[in-house]
C-alpha cells in the first residue's frame, strides 16, 4: 500500500503544479480509499472541490473533517466561503469567526 500511496501523492502534486485541479481530486479520492482516516487529505480534497466550485461537496467534506480539526483555520475559512458561495448567509459567520 505504501508504494500506491507514493504514486498517488505523486500524481496529486502534478495535478496541483499543472492546476489540474480535477485530477488531483481524484487521486485524493482514491488516497482516501485507502486511508480513510487521513485528515490531510480529506481536507485537501475540499480545498480541490472549493477550487472547482464544487461548494456543496467541499461543504460535506469540510463538515465530516471539522471536527477533528475544529481549530483549522483554513478549514474554517473555506467552510465559511462554501457558504457563501451557496447564499447561506445565516451559516457563514460562525466559521468565518473561527479562521
Do not use: H, K
Not at 475559512?77 to 457563501?84: A, I, M, N, P
Amino acid at each position: 500500500m505504501g508504494s500506491q500511496l507514493d504514486e498517488l501523492a505523486a500524481r496529486v502534486t502534478g495535478a496541483r503544479q499543472q492546476s489540474d485541479y480535477p485530477a488531483a481530486a481524484e487521486a485524493y479520492r482514491q488516497i482516501l480509499r485507502l486511508r480513510p482516516e487521513f485528515v490531510a487529505a480529506r481536507l485537501d480534497l475540499a480545498l480541490m472541490q472549493y477550487s472547482l466550485r464544487s461548494y456543496r461537496a467541499a461543504i460535506q467534506s469540510l463538515e465530516g473533517v471539522l471536527p477533528e480539526i475544529p481549530d483549522s483555520i483554513l478549514a474554517n475559512l473555506v467552510l465559511g466561503l462554501s457558504f457563501l458561495r451557496q447564499q447561506e448567509a445565516d451559516r457563514v459567520l460562525p466559521y468565518l469567526n473561527r479562521a
